[in-house]
């Protein structure tokens, strides 16, 4: 995989909890590690429910293999203030520890 396909820098998130002061624990995310990553809108859509519009975009994101970290479907992805979820589990293209494809969903 040539580098100049890997343009875009997403950061690569796991659900984390921190306490918040009185016994319970807040959910929220941590980062995990930045990545360079292709990145190809496959299809959008606009979803309207009780009268709120929902938009949704798929892509396919393309990074080279890192033994280090196990992305799953419980991670997520940013791109500055874009959010993207895993849908599914990653794939390990010709399963040569070289790339890695993720499906994805852009949420909000």
């Known amino acids: 995989m040539s580098a100049g396909k ?3 820098l ?3 998130q796991a659900p984390s909890s921190t306490p918040d002061g009185r016994g319970g ?3 929220g995310w941590s980062d995990v590690a930045d990545v360079r990553m292709e990145l190809d809108p496959l299809s959008g859509r606009d979803t309207f429910f ?3 519009t929902m938009s949704s975009a798929t892509h396919r994101g393309t990074m080279r293999y890192r033994g280090d970290l ?3 479907s419980k ?3 940013t791109l500055g ?3 993207f979820k895993i849908v599914g589990k990653p794939r390990n293209l010709k399963e040569r520890n070289r790339r890695v494809e993720l499906a994805l969903e852009e949420v909000g």
Do not use: D, K
């Open 6 to 8: 890997l343009r875009h």
């Open 25 to 27: 624990f807040v959910a």
């Open 81 to 83: 203030n874009r959010v």
């Open 10 to 12: 997403l950061t690569i």
């Open 50 to 52: 009780a009268g709120q």
């Open 75 to 77: 991670h997520r992805l």
């Open 70 to 72: 196990a992305i799953t």
